[in-house]
């Protein structure tokens, strides 16, 4: 095949199954060298049709699908847990916080059920947990996704109404300068925005992967809110504070 049918061939196996490792493409294209997929893989790139993520995966350069957390949480994995780090250290003794759902949520609630605090979250991978539990947990009801381990809906939206949260650690998907932050979700979006408006102080938790990028629902501006990541990006950080050491 010449490079641009092979690159073709490489956005269809994209699109069936959003997100593949390269040496997964080599076993659907065993005819095809690993040096030469490589070298398509970054003129897609090049092209803005693609994106590499860690680990040797890509996917289609649109983020308007949520990936299932089985497959978020092998991504990124050292610079989600520098994030959870991070986290971690904005919290003061008996805080009474929320903890979102996604990966890196996930890593800073594991950190966080052995401090002397109060956790509300929607995350439902809080049940996985096998570690003597410290701080005291309420896990709220609502409609479940089981692609992300989320709880969101109406049910949990009203429960998030009762509460006033000092610090809230949420998940994006996306964070641009002109769109500010999305998510894939409608649901998502309207939990994360109850959420932001109970609370004191709001952090957003995303890895660098996510600047400039943007899907289909809005959730806030940048303004009013801090990001937790693993790097600075000068256009972003003009519009919010970026907490990244």
């Not at 609630?109 to 096998?130: D, G, R």
């Not at 994360?192 to 709001?202: A, E, F, G, L, V």
Request: aromatic share 6%; charged share 25%; net charge positive.
């Amino acid at each position: 095949m010449v490079p641009y049918e092979r690159q073709q061939r490489i956005l269809e196996i994209l699109k069936e199954k959003e997100l593949v490792k390269i040496d997964e493409l080599h076993l659907l294209m065993p005819n095809v060298s690993m040096s030469t997929l490589r070298r398509d893989i970054k003129g897609l790139e090049a092209s803005n049709e693609v994106m590499s993520l860690s680990g040797g995966a890509i996917r289609i350069q649109s983020k308007t699908a949520e990936i299932p957390i089985s497959t978020k949480s092998t991504l990124h994995v050292k610079e989600k847990k520098y994030i959870a780090k991070l986290a971690v250290k904005q919290i003061k003794e008996e805080d009474t916080v929320y903890v979102d759902s996604g990966s890196t949520c996930t890593f800073l609630l594991e950190a966080l059920i052995k401090m002397n605090i109060n956790i509300v979250t929607t995350n439902t991978n809080i049940l996985n947990f096998n570690e003597d539990i410290t701080a005291n947990v309420t896990l709220l009801g609502g409609e479940y996704n089981k692609h992300i381990s989320s709880l969101s809906g109406p049910l949990a939206e009203e429960n998030l109404k009762k509460y006033i949260f000092d610090k809230s650690f949420i998940g994006a998907n996306g964070i641009d300068v002109k769109f500010g932050i999305t998510t894939p979700s409608i649901q998502e979006s309207s939990k994360k925005k109850i959420i932001c408006d109970q609370t004191k102080k709001t952090y957003f938790l995303c890895d660098s992967s996510k600047y400039h990028m943007s899907s289909s629902v809005k959730v806030v501006d940048l303004n009013n809110i801090t990001i937790i990541s693993d790097k600075i990006d000068e256009k972003i950080a003009e519009k919010t504070q970026i907490i990244y050491k």
